[in-house]
C-alpha cells in the first residue's frame, strides 16, 4: 500500500513565476491538507480539500490556490512566486470518518527554492 | 500562528538515555498529537491524546498532558541513534480539526 506521494521532490524557480506542486493521498483517504513548512519551524496549514472542494484555509494570501481531482489526488498552485515562499510543502491525507480523530499521514514533502 | 511551544529547542544525548521535550499551548483542545520529522522531510504521526486523557504510552514513548498546565511532555526511553529527528506537538482545537503545529525539538542521539 503506497502511502501519500509528492512531486516533484525538489523545484528551483525564480521570482514571479508560478508553480504547481502534486500530491496523491494514502489508498482510502479522501481529505488532502497542504502545509507550508519554512527552515526551523513548524507546518503551517494552507488550506485543506474535500470532495473537490476547498473546505478550510489558513492564513495565506490567494497566491495559493489549490484543486482537489475526483481519484482525490490534489495541486497546489503558488503564483507571484517570492522569496520567502522558498519553504518545504507537505501534503496530508486522512480519512473523513476520523475527521474528528485527525491523525493525518504526510508525505515526503516538495523543497522548493525560489531564487 | 503558532499554537504550542516546544522545549528544548535542541536536545543532545548518548545512546541509552531517555529524552524529554515538553510542549506548552495557550488555548484550550480538543487532542494533542506529536509528530517525529527525519531530516526535513515527512512528519510520521507518533501519538494522540485527547483532553480527558492524562497519560499514554506506546513503546518507548510516554506522553502525558496537563490541561490545568496546559503542557504536554513526550518521553522517549533508552534512546537510539535512529531516534535523531525533529519532533513537534501538535495541537487540534474547536471545530476545525486542523493540527497546529509548534517550532519543534532538534533531538541527537549520539551512538
Known amino acids: 500500500d503506497a502511502g501519500v506521494t509528492q512531486s516533484p521532490t525538489h523545484l528551483i524557480k525564480t521570482r514571479g513565476q508560478q508553480v504547481t506542486l502534486r500530491c496523491s493521498p494514502k489508498s482510502g483517504h479522501d481529505t488532502v491538507s497542504w502545509y507550508q513548512q519554512a527552515l526551523g519551524q513548524g507546518p503551517q496549514f494552507i488550506f485543506q480539500y474535500y470532495e473537490e472542494e476547498e473546505r478550510q484555509r489558513g492564513n495565506f494570501p490567494d497566491r495559493f490556490s489549490g484543486h482537489q481531482f475526483p481519484n482525490y489526488s490534489s495541486e497546489l498552485n503558488v503564483n507571484a512566486l517570492l522569496l520567502g515562499d522558498s519553504a518545504l510543502y507537505l501534503c496530508?491525507?486522512?480519512?473523513?470518518?476520523?475527521?474528528?480523530?485527525?491523525?493525518?499521514?504526510f508525505g515526503p514533502g516538495t523543497r522548493l527554492t525560489v531564487l | 500562528s503558532q499554537q504550542g511551544e516546544e522545549d528544548p529547542q535542541a536536545l543532545s544525548i548518548q545512546e541509552g538515555e531517555n529524552a524529554t521535550m515538553n510542549c506548552s499551548y495557550k488555548t484550550s483542545i480538543n487532542n494533542l498529537q506529536w509528530y517525529r520529522q527525519n531530516s526535513g522531510r515527512g512528519l510520521v504521526h507518533l501519538i494522540l491524546i485527547r483532553s480527558n486523557e492524562r497519560e499514554k504510552h506506546s513503546g518507548r514513548l510516554r506522553v502525558t498532558l496537563d490541561t490545568s498546565k496546559k503542557s504536554s511532555s513526550l518521553l522517549i526511553t533508552a534512546s537510539r541513534a535512529a531516534d535523531t529527528a525533529s519532533y513537534f506537538c501538535a495541537t487540534v482545537s474547536g471545530g476545525s480539526y486542523i493540527p497546529t503545529f509548534g517550532r519543534g525539538t532538534s533531538l541527537i542521539v549520539h551512538p
Open positions: 496530508a491525507s486522512s480519512p473523513t470518518r476520523f475527521r474528528s480523530y485527525n491523525e493525518q499521514f
